[in-house]
């Protein structure tokens, strides 16, 4: 067991109080390893292998244990591609990599798979400018300039059939592939979070159509987080922030706390059966104060996930040395109200001027994990702050992923793995046919940090 600093036991006692009695013995055991790929790897497309850090999935029945040492397989996610500079059109993907944990924790590329749309067309990351038709059972597609389906990729779940799930930004949708990557079905979310301009859907993230919607999801602000609860049959997706109807217009950032988290039941045909209030954790650096939007959500069982949010603008290459706020927390949706169906209409508020609705009890939110705790991350060379160096870490923490530690007389631990998306900001890149540097002149290097946590009653192996 690994020393902890002052910072995570005051963590960690604040979760505890918080926590039911059954669930009380949540705890972080500390730091185990980190992994680093350098921002100008390519993977087999002959592209960067950047931003695969946006989402991340242990392949299932790939871990394993052989004394003290552990190996498996991560399908990770990355997003739209280069976009520091403007869309590209880069076709989503996944990106497959051998981990090891040995103790040293290291990453081994090993394939890509592209994804295409039903038709096995790929698809792209431009900004869409209009839509598909609703056709053989698909709602209407983002769809770009180009004429392909404009994916924003932020999460990844993989099922025990074989096949994979990714939400996204654009729609914002929920898309099911096979396993060789084509499209199968597309969950279109409620109408209150699809975006509308001037009364109708437009899936511009604000570069092909200036500007915010006047309802539904905020730009690049879709859904972050997707995850299946272990042996349940049932995904749940949430918001990366507030709806533009549940904001007060005259201070959006300050007031975009209370997201929506869905509920699917998706066995034969994916149904929305249950959808909750989350109130997104609020944070001070000392000069300001505002909401800490969410990058993943990890389920743990029916009604418990990790939820990892965080404060933007602090880190390598940022205008702040220093993030204030990168916590993994615990939502547990128990004894909270179930909204579905009340507020799903096109530009239906469940928090007018950004105030929840009374009556509308939101889902429990408690810290559990701090990426920022200087005291471990010291112990593999990395800080959070000054120098704002390569081992400052970067500003986005989006994916987590949970292994079991198969340790006899620990039966309730596990390693959680946590990944960063680098935005593919390098000066050796190549996307598209292009090569490309980015403005920032910095290379920024993925990284992946393991923890060791105790999560007894949790069966996610």
Same mark, same amino acid.
């Given at each position: 067991m690994l020393p902890r600093s002052a910072r995570a036991l005051a963590l960690t006692a604040a979760f505890l109080a918080a926590l039911p009695v059954q669930a009380q013995t949540f705890s972080v055991k500390g730091l185990e390893g980190v992994a680093r790929v350098p921002s100008n790897a390519r993977d087999s497309q002959g592209e960067t292998l950047g931003g695969f850090g946006s989402g991340m999935a242990l392949v299932p029945g790939s871990w394993r244990r052989q004394g003290d040492q552990f190996t498996g397989g991560l399908a990770m996610l990355p997003d739209r591609g280069w976009n520091t500079q403007g869309t590209t059109d880069y076709q989503a993907r996944l990106q497959y990599f051998d981990v090891a944990l040995t103790p040293a924790l290291t990453l081994t590329y090993r394939k890509t798979l592209p994804l295409t749309d039903a038709a096995g067309?790929?698809?792209? &990351?431009?900004?869409?400018?209009?839509?598909?038709?609703?056709?053989?059972?698909?709602?209407?597609?983002?769809?770009? $300039? %180009?004429? /392909? $389906?404009?994916?924003?990729?932020?999460?990844?779940?993989?099922?025990?059939?074989?096949?994979?799930?990714?939400?996204?930004?654009?729609?914002?949708?929920?898309?099911?592939?096979?396993?060789?990557?084509?499209?199968?079905?597309?969950?279109?979310?409620?109408?209150?979070?699809?975006?509308?301009?001037?009364?109708?859907?437009?899936?511009?993230?604000?570069?092909?159509?200036?500007?915010?919607?006047?309802?539904?999801?905020?730009?690049?602000?879709?859904?972050?987080?997707?995850?299946?609860?272990?042996?349940?049959? /049932?995904?749940?997706?949430?918001?990366?922030?507030?709806?533009?109807?549940?904001?007060?217009?005259?201070?959006?950032?300050?007031?975009?706390?209370? $997201?929506?988290?869905?509920?699917y039941d998706i066995g034969r045909a994916p149904k929305l059966i249950h959808e909750y209030v989350v109130q997104l954790p609020l944070y001070s650096d000392g000069a300001r104060s505002g909401v800490a939007a969410q990058s993943e959500m990890l389920a743990l069982s029916g009604h418990q996930m990790l939820l990892l949010c965080r404060d933007s603008g602090g880190g390598f290459t940022a205008k702040r040395d220093a993030s204030a706020y990168r916590i993994v927390n $615990?939502?547990?949706?128990?004894?909270?109200?179930?909204?579905?169906?009340?507020?799903?209409?096109?530009?239906?508020?469940?928090?007018?001027?950004?105030?929840?609705?009374?009556?509308?009890?939101?889902?429990?939110?408690?810290?559990?994990?701090?990426?920022?705790?200087?005291?471990?991350?010291?112990?593999?060379?990395? /800080?959070?702050?000054?120098? %704002?160096?390569?081992?400052?870490?970067?500003?986005?923490?989006?994916?987590?992923?949970?292994?079991?530690?198969?340790?006899?007389?620990?039966?309730?631990?596990?390693?959680?793995?946590?990944?960063?998306?680098?935005?593919?900001?390098?000066?050796?890149?190549?996307?598209?046919?292009?090569?490309?540097?980015?403005?920032? &002149?910095? %290379?920024?290097?993925?990284?992946?940090?393991?923890?060791?946590?105790?999560?007894? &009653?949790?069966?996610?192996?």
């Open positions: 067309t790929a698809t792209t &990351g431009l900004d869409p400018g209009d839509a598909t038709q609703a056709a053989n059972g698909f709602p209407p597609l983002p769809r770009a $300039v %180009n004429g /392909h $389906v404009s994916m924003d990729s932020e999460a990844v779940a993989l099922a025990a059939d074989g096949t994979i799930w990714v939400s996204e930004e654009y729609g914002p949708y929920i898309y099911h592939f096979d396993a060789g990557g084509k499209m199968l079905a597309a969950i279109r979310p409620p109408e209150a979070m699809i975006p509308r301009r001037n009364d109708a859907a437009n899936f511009s993230a604000g570069e092909t159509v200036k500007g915010e919607p006047q309802s539904g999801r905020q730009n690049n602000q879709g859904l972050e987080g997707m995850s299946i609860a272990p042996g349940s049959g /049932h995904l749940f997706a949430i918001t990366q922030s507030a709806l533009v109807q549940d904001l007060d217009a005259a201070d959006p950032r300050a007031s975009r706390r209370n $997201v929506r988290l869905l509920e $615990v939502i547990d949706t128990d004894g909270a109200t179930d909204i579905s169906g009340k507020f799903d209409g096109a530009g239906d508020s469940i928090a007018p001027g950004g105030v929840l609705r009374p009556g509308i009890k939101p889902a429990r939110l408690t810290p559990f994990l701090d990426i920022n705790d200087n005291a471990q991350l010291a112990r593999f060379g990395l /800080h959070n702050g000054a120098p %704002n160096d390569a081992n400052d870490l970067y500003e986005k923490w989006e994916s987590m992923a949970l292994a079991p530690a198969r340790d006899a007389k620990a039966p309730g631990d596990y390693f959680l793995f946590i990944g960063s998306d680098n935005d593919f900001i390098t000066q050796d890149g190549m996307m598209a046919g292009k090569p490309y540097k980015d403005a920032s &002149g910095a %290379n920024v290097d993925t990284l992946v940090l393991v923890y060791r946590v105790t999560l007894p &009653g949790i069966d996610r192996r």
